[in-house]
């Protein structure tokens, strides 16, 4: 059975930093493309960052280019969130997300990923 589970998630101010965790069982980090989503109180669920495992390159969202980054740890078999200069706006729930197969084209889309996590949140106050 997968299982995907976040972690790190709190309540920060503006300007903050925190790392999210997402640790996998029943399947292999290494051999999936893995992404972060995030979804705001009434707004659609939308892509952070993904990494495609095919070519190991890795797609921000404009709206956290240079201040979010994702990373693995495939012995731990888990892979991370690091978000810096955070502002209330990041605040969301956050979710991991993985498949395989996944192509460039569709790096960003939700309906490329096939297992999720049951999300983490992040509050940000100004």
């Known amino acids: 059975q997968v299982q995907l589970v976040e972690s790190g998630g709190g309540l920060v101010q503006a300007g903050d930093s925190l790392t999210l965790s997402c640790e996998a069982s029943?399947?292999?980090?290494?051999?999936?493309?893995v992404a972060w989503f995030r979804q705001a109180p009434g707004k659609e669920r939308e892509f952070v960052v993904g990494n495609k495992v095919s070519d190991a390159s890795t797609h921000y969202a404009n709206s956290v280019k240079g201040r979010f980054t994702m990373s693995r740890d495939n012995a731990k078999n888990t892979v991370y969130l690091q978000m810096n200069s955070l502002r209330p706006e990041d605040t969301a729930v956050y979710y991991c997300?993985?498949?395989?197969?996944?192509?460039?084209?569709?790096?960003?889309?939700?309906?490329?990923?096939?297992?999720w996590g049951q999300g983490t949140q992040v509050t940000v106050s100004s």
């Open positions: 029943g399947l292999n980090v290494r051999r999936y493309s």
């Open positions: 997300a993985a498949s395989q197969g996944v192509i460039t084209s569709s790096i960003r889309m939700r309906a490329a990923y096939n297992y």
